[in-house]
């Protein structure tokens, strides 16, 4: 099994920055994908960012030129750099990883738990 852990979730004035790590572990053979999704004002979960392997990253309308993800493969983890914070960005934000867990499996998709931010205006 693969385990993802984030953190980093706070509370921030509108206006500020914050920056949200993911930690993945457990059976590794590769990643395919690893991103950060949020629950929209609907409950549903909606995509912030995704950066797949060997093709372009993914940002949502509403982040863009505000929010960047990186990762680094060294470690399995996954970042989320946000900036100019606007109280619409409240909410929990998950990380999201496609992992091979082996030379020839398909990708599966794993969840962390969750990490809240809430931005206060």
């Known amino acids: 099994q693969v385990q993802l852990v984030e953190s980093g979730g706070a509370l921030v004035q509108a206006g500020g920055s914050l920056t949200l790590s993911c930690a993945a572990s457990g059976n590794i053979f590769s990643i395919a994908s690893m991103g950060w999704y949020r629950h929209d004002p609907g409950g549903r979960r909606e995509l912030v960012a995704v950066?797949?392997?060997?093709?372009?990253?993914i940002y949502a309308d509403s982040v863009k030129g505000r929010f960047a993800i990186s990762r680094d493969d060294a470690k399995n983890m996954v970042y989320l750099q946000m900036h100019n914070l606007i109280p619409a960005d409240t909410s929990v934000y998950f990380c999201?990883?496609?992992?091979?867990?082996?030379?020839?499996?398909?990708?599966?998709?794993?969840w962390g738990q969750g990490t809240r931010v809430t931005v206060s205006s």
């Open positions: 950066m797949p392997t060997g093709r372009d990253t």
């Open positions: 999201n990883a496609q992992i091979h867990m082996g030379p020839n499996l398909r990708a599966l998709g794993f």
